[in-house]
């Protein structure tokens, strides 16, 4: 039997264990175009900007060119330096209710006021934690932590426990190989023998990995099939469908089917290009803005009516806030606004 240099079997382990983590992040489209780069600050100094933001915004009267000059000063992310670490916080929340404030007069206090109240819980988290030392106990760096791992500061925060725990196994297996390979190395049958187990191991780890990615390809084409086919109900089933759960009081489920009555009304007139990846927040921004090859533009009473149906579907289907008769109605006489009339 050829004996196999032991070089290989050391190239072939350390393959085995090789994995290559990848992130990608979602562009910011509601940022307008040039928008400005932020420097790196610090935790203070980053909640000084933000106060200064709310007070600019805090005038009764405030008009849609001072709207402009606020987001126009607003950077694509917030870089913070910490003690401990760097922070990118995104400002696409901020940016995007200050975008609707700005185009859409009839809701502008509304959408100011829960741009104001962003500015204000995330200026006073940011001044709670930067009030925090390096040589604080243990509990201290736990709220941090718990602050930071909240949805607003999704990809921000303290370092992964599971990374950690990963690292230590990572350093623990490289020790046992290097004191497993001192020894097989010194015996030549067992070395082609670990080199073939380790062969084996790897191709049946691509095995498995491919045949995941096989089911969950599956599995996704069976879910989008069955989005496309309630997406694609016409809106006169939708409105039977909220007056069919209003009847039953479930007036959630109601304002829900009202909203997609709505869009699916606007995509039939061509206001809207059908997207069923479209989120609300998406579907408001072409309306106010289209592309030049998506739809055919909306009048402003339009824009308006889709604005306040947007807005009580965040609060209710959303943000689980709880609806009565009055809001369904007031929902529906929106939709009717956008040509949704049943007899």
Known sequence: MRRIPFRFVLIAAVLAFVALPGETRAQNTDLPAGAPQSAST????????????????????ISSEQIA???????????????????????QPLVSMLRIAQSTPKIRSEQIEAARAWLSNLSEQVEAYSAKSVGENVSARSKAG???????????????????????????????????FDRIGRHPIATETFFWLIVAGVVAW?????????????KFESIEKIGTVAYRRPWQEWIGAARAAAARGDFREAIHSTYWAGIVRLETIGALAPDPARTPRESLRVLADPPANEGTGANAQQRESLAALTVSLERVWYGHRAAGADDFQDCLRRAEELGCRVS
């Open 206 to 218: 691509l095995s498995m990995m491919l045949f995941r990615y096989w089911m969950r390809g599956a």
């Open 42 to 61: 610090t935790p203070a100094t980053f909640a000084a900007e933000l106060r200064q933001l709310d007070e600019r915004l805090g005038s009764k009267s």
């Open 69 to 91: 000059a606020v987001r126009a000063s607003i950077p694509s992310s917030w870089e913070v330096d910490s003690v401990e670490r760097h922070y990118s916080i995104s400002s």
């Open 146 to 180: 718990e602050i930071l791992s909240r949805r607003e500061f999704a990809g921000v925060g303290a370092a992964d426990p599971r990374a950690m725990l990963q690292r230590r196994i990572n350093e623990w297996l490289a020790r046992l190989f290097t004191w497993l």
